[in-house]
């Protein structure tokens, strides 16, 4: 249906189904973790999913993608992804959708980026400037949806809608799958402040 309704080249319709399945599931991150916990509270399907969806669109999760759009631009005006993560890198400042926490490399990015065209040098410059700029710090999937869209002249934020939509069916099974647990999620907290005389 998406390929459908954004008239994509059929040659890209295998990429697009693939970037569904890969950022269906991902282990426990916040959005998976925040279903589960609002399942195992006894909340109907439509509030877990809720309630995972808000925890998803956080900027440290599936709203990193705004930021990564905005290198992506910042690119585009200065005619170099490279320039403009050398720019940041000497400033201090933060290089959205490169380096992933529990990876050298995200293997949803490995995937995506060699499938994807390169007309805009994106995927070129960012892995000259992961090795050259950011200590072998790799493109992200967040990254590569983002390039997606550009790269495919897909709808402005489709690369977003991809990454929910996906994200979507897994945050289902985890729903499904901690009502068969049937109890609730209650990690315990431990005191670490000044005892009470």
Known sequence: HLTVAWKVDPLFVPILDGALILVADH???????????????????YASVAAATHAFLGRRHGGN??????????ARGQGSLYRVI??????GDPVPGFGHKLYEADPRARFLLPRLPDLNGYISQAQEAAE?????SYPTVDFALVVMEK???????????????????????HVMEQYAQNRPIRPRAQYVGKMPG
């Not at 993608?65 to 910042?74: Q, S, V, Y």
């Not at 050259?132 to 072998?136: A, N, Q, V, Y």
């Open 27 to 45: 282990e426990l991150n916040i959005s998976s973790f925040t279903a589960r916990c609002v399942a195992s509270a006894g909340c109907s399907p």
């Open 65 to 74: 993608t705004e930021r990564i759009r905005g290198l992506l631009d910042e």
């Open 86 to 91: 050398e720019s940041r890198v000497k400033r």
């Open 132 to 136: 050259k700029l950011l200590g072998f």
């Open 151 to 173: 790269e495919l002249a897909l709808p402005e934020k489709s690369g977003s809608c991809l990454f929910c939509l996906g994200r979507l069916a897994g945050l289902v099974a």
